[in-house]
């Protein structure tokens, strides 16, 4: 393993720490309607002695109130709807005990924060340790496949990829599925060069089984695996149904506290998530946007009260909301297309925003840009280059496929983002051998290949999108907002002050920043008349505080800057309306 690979890692992560540490970013777990607000409290519950998770982990977001509310209205009902009425509504279709999301990460989370404390800071350090073993596994997949010199590059692409240092500062399963995720195809290829000696294939099993309790769609790659094995060994026949029965007594062992845990509590013994046939409705359905994240179907409420939420039926009638099924497979292809764009997709985080604090990390930080075009290539270059490259290849295939059948999220998509870095660096070291090789017709016609899937790969979001969303900056600045009142009560005003005037310089947009009365409103972005009313509320606080510390010169300053801001989201509220977004908690 290259010591310096590892040291590069590190060195970005300790940078990109001490920018974030103070920011909302490491706070969005209070933000309730994000799945790491459940993963926290679903951590905390098991803590406290709920070991087999039988309390209800059903997350109540803001879009299963709405499914509920309009499946309450459209029963007839005259009992008044609140909360207990909508979560007994999903409790019938998801079943009193299923697990709602993947258990594994909840558990890791329960036991880091038992041993750490709730110091989610403990947290990141550990998930940035499975960021750094991550970055390991690609450069071991690259010398597996490539030669020493790719796996150099690969590494060095893999400690600066921006989406992945981003993740391991989340409460998100992200990096543990990308780990786990990287772990199976390295291990399948040692399996597949080594032969299939009882343990070692009994070992791919078992890493499979933890993969798939962190992230249920890793079921598709096991598969895959045992169809790679069984064809690789399949002389003599005895030996690869021997290899089969030795992995499949291995996820046996993977999944068996999953199937444990069911059992005792009633549950099925062994099954994917229950939010999997709203998940299908949201991502496929016929109003779906297919580059716009997590979204909630206008359909939703009706198919799931059909069909009570079991999958085939709910598939069916999804696919039904199209005019044709070519409808669908359009839809399937623009998932297809979201998953090579550039674009970091949204959910409970957003990369973009991450950047606005860790601006010196996300300078220096390889992104999906460079991954995406040089990746595409590298696949097709390395088809010819035997068993060595088909687990990364056939990896590669199961993300494409679970994202066109389901989501194309950046979290997603980061274990498959980091499995085509091997690729990129294949690509890029191909280009450069060829040139020195005086092969200059086929560099040049790579670098075309390169150059055109980057271009294809570049669409912009369109007048109506920016990467940054208005959600993003409202979450942050509230989130800041009543960490600086509660540093104010305690006594700390200078920390308080700190930390709003950090959270002013970062985040908010020039064409705010540089308002002066009397400008006309309606010259500055549309976004950035959205989020003035967070903004104003933002410098109202500073101004309270800096009034407080008996400096009324600044307290001014914010004052004025609140005032004027009051007045272009009055504009923007009375223009467009102000639509409603869940607070954090």
């Not at 800071?121 to 499975?130: D, E, K, P």
């Not at 981003?166 to 032969?195: D, H, I, K, Q």
């Not at 791919?204 to 045992?226: H, M, N, P, R």
């Amino acid at each position: 393993m290259p010591v310096p690979v590892l040291l590069l890692a590190a060195a970005v992560r300790v940078v990109a720490w001490q920018q974030v540490r103070d920011s909302p970013m490491l706070e969005l777990h209070h933000w309730s309607e994000t799945d790491m607000a459940l993963y926290f409290g679903w951590a905390r519950a098991i803590r406290a002695g709920d070991w087999l998770s039988r309390l209800d982990t059903l997350p109540y977001h803001s879009w299963h109130q709405h499914i509920a509310r309009d499946v309450h209205a459209a029963s007839g009902s005259m009992q008044p709807f609140d909360e207990q009425v909508a979560r007994r509504i999903w409790r019938g279709w998801l079943g009193e005990h299923e697990f709602y999301e993947d258990p594994l990460y909840p558990y890791f989370l329960a036991g880091v924060t038992a041993v750490f404390g709730e110091r989610v800071g403990a947290v990141y350090f550990v998930q940035s340790l499975f960021g750094l073993a991550t970055v390991a596994l690609v450069v071991l997949i690259a010398r597996g496949m490539f030669d020493d010199v790719v796996a150099a590059v690969a590494g060095a692409m893999a400690a600066l990829f921006g989406p992945l240092v981003f993740f391991e500062s989340l409460l998100l399963r992200s990096v543990l599925n990308a780990f786990t995720g990287l772990l199976t195809v390295a291990w399948t290829m040692r399996v597949l060069r080594a032969g299939p000696r009882g343990r070692r294939v009994l070992a791919l099993g078992v890493i499979c089984g933890v993969s798939f309790l962190v992230q249920a769609t890793a079921i598709v790659f096991t598969l895959a695996a045992a169809v790679l094995l069984a064809v690789r060994f399949r002389r003599p026949l005895p030996q690869a149904l021997v290899a089969l029965a030795w992995m499949a007594a291995g996820f046996v062992v993977g999944v068996s506290p999953l199937v444990a845990r069911n059992v005792a509590v009633g549950a099925r013994p062994f099954g994917p998530p229950a939010h999997g046939p709203v998940t299908f409705i949201n991502q496929n359905a016929a109003d779906v946007d297919a580059g716009g994240g997590a979204y909630y179907s206008r359909y939703a409420p009706s198919i799931m009260a059909a069909t009570g939420g079991r999958f085939w039926p709910v598939a069916v009638a999804t696919i039904e909301t199209h005019a044709s099924a070519w409808s669908w497979v359009r839809l399937c292809g623009r998932k297809l297309y979201a998953f090579w764009r550039w674009y970091e997709v949204p959910n409970n985080a957003n990369y973009y925003y991450f950047c606005l604090y860790a601006r010196a990390a996300c300078a220096v930080a390889v992104t999906f840009t460079v991954i995406g075009p040089l990746g595409a290539i590298g696949l097709l270059l390395s088809l010819r280059r035997g068993w060595v490259t088909l687990p990364a290849i056939v990896y590669v295939a199961t993300g494409l496929l679970t994202t066109v059948l389901f989501t194309t999220l950046s979290r997603l998509r980061l274990p498959y983002a980091c499995a085509l870095i091997p690729f990129a660096a294949f690509t890029a070291v191909w280009i450069v051998r060829a040139v020195k090789g005086h092969r200059m017709v086929a560099a040049v016609a790579v670098a075309i290949a390169v150059a055109l899937a980057a271009v294809a790969f570049a669409r912009p979001l369109g007048v109506s999108r920016t990467p940054i969303w208005a959600t993003d900056y409202g979450v942050g600045n509230e989130i800041v907002s009543a960490l600086a009142e509660r540093e104010a009560t305690a006594g700390d005003l200078a920390a308080a002050i700190r930390r709003v005037e950090r959270q002013l310089e970062a985040t908010e947009p020039e064409a705010l920043r540089s308002l002066q009365p009397g400008t006309a409103p309606s010259r500055i972005p549309v976004l950035d008349a959205e989020v003035s009313g967070s903004f104003a509320a933002l410098h109202g606080l500073a101004a309270r505080l800096h009034a407080a510390a008996q400096d009324q010169a600044r307290a001014q300053e914010h004052a004025l800057r609140a005032r004027v801001l009051q007045v272009v989201a009055a504009q923007w509220q009375s223009a467009s309306g102000s639509p409603p977004r869940a607070r954090p908690r």
